[in-house]
C-alpha cells in the first residue's frame, strides 16, 4: 500500500468514490479515508462523491460537491466497490489517475492500481490494517468512521470471514478512541417501525426443504411501515441465527417491466459458498453474502432451485 500514500501525498486534489445505495462500509470508509488525508494533509482539497446514500447515511456528513475539472486533476480512490458500473458518481473516469480499494470478490479491472483484498470483512478493515501497519495514530472521528463500518459489514465480528487479524484491526481502532457502545447503538438499534417490519418478515417467511428460508417483499410490504426501498432491503438479517436455516434471502420489488415484477435479491449463507450462485442471476459480492437484481418471478424460483441444489450437494 505503500503506493497509496506516494499517491496521495503527490496530488493536492482527491476525490473519494464509492458505490451506489452506500451502506456503513462504504460510507465509513470514504469518510475514514477523507477524515484521515484532511487532518494530515491540511491543504489538499478532498471531496466525498456520491448521489445514493443508504440507510445509514444520516451517521455521517453530507456528501461534498466537486467540479469537473476539479475531478479530472485529482487522484480518484474508489472504496469497496467491485465493478464500475456500480461507481456511484460516473465523473471518476475522467480523473487524472484512479485507485481502487475493495473486499469483493473480483469482478472487473477499473482502476490504474488496484488493492482487492476479498478475504478480509470490510473494506474498512483493509484502511484500518493499512493505518495500523504504518502505525499512524487516528482522530477518534476517523477510528469511529471505520469501526462502525467494520462491525456493520462483520455483523459485529460474527460472520465467516473473522479472523484474528480483524480483530486486531477492531482493537486497534478502539485504542484510538472509539465509543464501542455509542457505534454500536448507531448501527444496530432500529426504529419501532422497522422493528415492526423485521416481525412481518419473519411471520410470512417460506421455508424451502427444511433449510432455505425467504421472503419476497413487495412496495406495499414495507411502506405501511414508512420504511424506504433501501432500508427495507437491508432487513435480510430477520432470517438469520435460526439454527435450521443454511441459507435466507430477501427478494424486494423495484419496479415493472412490461407489465411484470422486478426484483432485487440480498442473498445469505451460514457457510456454504453462494457468490457463483449469485453471479448467474446479475449479482455478485461475497462468498456467503451477495446480491442480484433484475429478476423477474420466475428467475426468483430458478435462483431457489440451484440454492437447493447447492445445499443439499454441500449436505449429502
Same mark, same amino acid.
Given at each position: ?19 451506489? %445505495? ?10 475514514? *479515508?477523507?477524515?484521515? +488525508? @484532511?487532518? $494530515?494533509? =491540511? ?99 476517523? %477510528? ?10 462483520? *455483523?459485529?465480528?460474527? +460472520? @465467516?470471514? $473473522?479472523? =484474528? ?152
Amino acid at each position: 500500500m505503500d503506493a497509496l500514500f506516494s499517491k496521495i501525498e503527490a496530488f493536492d486534489t482527491i476525490t473519494i468514490f464509492r458505490h451506489i %445505495a452506500a451502506d456503513a462500509d462504504a460510507l465509513g470508509a470514504q469518510f475514514g *479515508l477523507k477524515t484521515w +488525508i @484532511q487532518e $494530515t494533509y =491540511p491543504n489538499k482539497k478532498v471531496f466525498a462523491l456520491g448521489n445514493d446514500t443508504g440507510p445509514k447515511a444520516n451517521l455521517f456528513p453530507p456528501i461534498d460537491v466537486a467540479r469537473d475539472d476539479q475531478i479530472q486533476h485529482s487522484l480518484a480512490i474508489i472504496l469497496d466497490t467491485a465493478n464500475a458500473a456500480r461507481i456511484d458518481d460516473s465523473r471518476w473516469k475522467s480523473a487524472a489517475y484512479k485507485i481502487k480499494i475493495d473486499h469483493h470478490i473480483f469482478v472487473d479491472a477499473y482502476a490504474d492500481e488496484e488493492y482487492i483484498e476479498d478475504r478480509k470483512g470490510a473494506t474498512c478493515e483493509i484502511l484500518a490494517d493499512m493505518f495500523q501497519k504504518k502505525g499512524l495514530c487516528l482522530s477518534k472521528t476517523c %477510528a469511529e468512521y471505520l469501526y462502525g463500518g467494520l462491525i456493520a459489514d462483520t *455483523l459485529q465480528f460474527s +460472520i @465467516q470471514a $473473522t479472523t =484474528p487479524e480483524m480483530l486486531r484491526c477492531g482493537a486497534y481502532l478502539v485504542e484510538q478512541g472509539v465509543d464501542v457502545a455509542k457505534v454500536n447503538e448507531q448501527n444496530f438499534s432500529k426504529s419501532w417501525k422497522e422493528f415492526e417490519f423485521e416481525t412481518y418478515i419473519r411471520t410470512h417467511y417460506t421455508l424451502m426443504d427444511e433449510c432455505i428460508a425467504y421472503i419476497i417483499v413487495h412496495p406495499s410490504d414495507y411502506e405501511r411501515y414508512d420504511l424506504t426501498l433501501n432500508q427495507a432491503k437491508e432487513k435480510v438479517y430477520a432470517l438469520s441465527k435460526v439454527h435450521e436455516f443454511q441459507a435466507w434471502a430477501l427478494f424486494i420489488e423495484t419496479g415493472q417491466e412490461q407489465g411484470e415484477s422486478v426484483y432485487n435479491g440480498s442473498l445469505r449463507s451460514k457457510n456454504i459458498e453462494i457468490n457463483d450462485i449469485a453471479m448467474s442471476y446479475n449479482g455478485g459480492g461475497h462468498r456467503f453474502a451477495c446480491g442480484v437484481k433484475g429478476l423477474k418471478e420466475k428467475d426468483i424460483q430458478s435462483l431457489l432451485q440451484d440454492l437447493s441444489k447447492r445445499m443439499r450437494k454441500e449436505k449429502s
